[in-house]
């Protein structure tokens, strides 16, 4: 609860808006070896780098339906790489979202619990192209995993994702996106049929800080509605002992969503634990 209500603490006070807590975060990690941690923290912003780590991602936000709702979101989302032979890699992106929310549809109470998860699978190429190119293709699979009816839409679901992305320098860009088809209509009001968009650039600096801009937008068929938030995010990679993390902060703003969807400003804030091979 202390995360939560920190959360949404930097949400009403708009800390966000700048590094500085991003740096309050970060001033009593210890000193490391800055080279090392920057490739580190290049390889965290490739979606299909051959690196294991364990990123928890909190996120805040409010301003759902009419009774001005809000939802507080952990998406706990390791990522497992393996070695298929000297040409491919599999890549496991597996998230699973904790989830507490307060009249997300009209005066509908409280609910906690877990939701819907998404795992995907990306066969990824050992080496870029002769261009340059990152990229990974494979199977999206959305799981009924959520512990109550309101907390996701009870379907199987699946389909295609695929990323693709460059390393040039300091600079990473690229785009993930995915399409999930849900098996049968269960809880919720129609079938899903929704695809998902996820353009990035991170710029990450000799001493690993870095700064990183997306949006993760869904277009949902069956609506015809966007849901797109633009996020803002700085991070730094560092160590606690052997133990290498990355620690980031920032601020989304929702250009549009869906009637009932949240509006205006939320926050975010990431640990993410990594473990190179």
């Known amino acids: 609860?202390?995360?939560?209500?920190?959360?949404?603490?930097?949400?009403?006070?708009?800390?966000?808006?700048?590094?500085?807590?991003?740096?309050?975060?970060?001033?009593?990690?210890?000193?490391?070896?800055?080279?090392?941690?920057?490739?580190?923290?290049?390889?965290?912003?490739?979606?299909?780098?051959?690196?294991?780590?364990?990123?928890?991602?909190?996120?805040?936000?409010?301003?759902?339906?009419?009774?001005?709702?809000?939802?507080?979101?952990?998406?706990?989302?390791?990522?497992?790489?393996?070695?298929?032979?000297?040409?491919?890699?599999?890549?496991?992106?597996?998230?699973?979202?904790?989830?507490?929310?307060?009249?997300?549809?009209?005066?509908?109470?409280?609910?906690?619990?877990?939701?819907?998860?998404?795992?995907?699978?990306?066969?990824?190429?050992?080496?870029?192209?002769?261009?340059?190119?990152?990229?990974?293709?494979?199977?999206?699979?959305?799981?009924?995993?959520?512990?109550?009816s309101s907390l996701g839409v009870d379907q199987w679901g699946a389909g295609p994702t695929a990323v693709g992305l460059f390393a040039d320098g300091p600079w990473t860009y690229g785009m993930l996106t995915n399409h999930i088809w849900g098996a049968d209509e269960g809880s919720a009001a129609s079938a899903t049929n929704a695809s998902f968009f996820q353009p990035f650039i991170n710029y990450t600096t000799p001493n690993a800080w870095t700064f990183a801009l997306n949006t993760e937008s869904t277009y949902n068929w069956t609506a015809e509605q966007w849901s797109v938030p633009v996020n803002g995010i700085v991070s730094k990679l560092t160590s606690i002992g052997d133990q290498k993390i990355s620690v980031g902060a920032g601020v989304r703003y929702w250009v549009d969503s869906p009637d009932a969807g949240p509006d205006g400003w939320g926050a975010r804030l990431i640990l993410t634990f990594l473990f190179p091979k």
């Open 1 to 148: 609860m202390l995360f939560v209500r920190f959360l949404k603490f930097c949400v009403r006070q708009r800390v966000f808006a700048s590094t500085f807590w991003g740096a309050i975060l970060l001033i009593q990690l210890p000193a490391v070896a800055q080279s090392d941690n920057s490739d580190l923290a290049k390889q965290l912003a490739n979606p299909v780098a051959n690196l294991i780590s364990v990123p928890f991602q909190g996120n805040y936000d409010s301003g759902y339906g009419s009774a001005d709702g809000e939802k507080y979101l952990i998406n706990v989302q390791p990522v497992m790489p393996m070695r298929l032979n000297d040409d491919w890699n599999l890549i496991s992106r597996t998230i699973l979202p904790l989830v507490h929310q307060n009249d997300i549809n009209g005066n509908s109470g409280t609910d906690t619990g877990i939701g819907d998860t998404v795992q995907s699978f990306f066969f990824s190429p050992v080496e870029p192209t002769e261009s340059g190119l990152i990229w990974g293709v494979g199977p999206a699979l959305l799981l009924p995993t959520a512990s109550e």
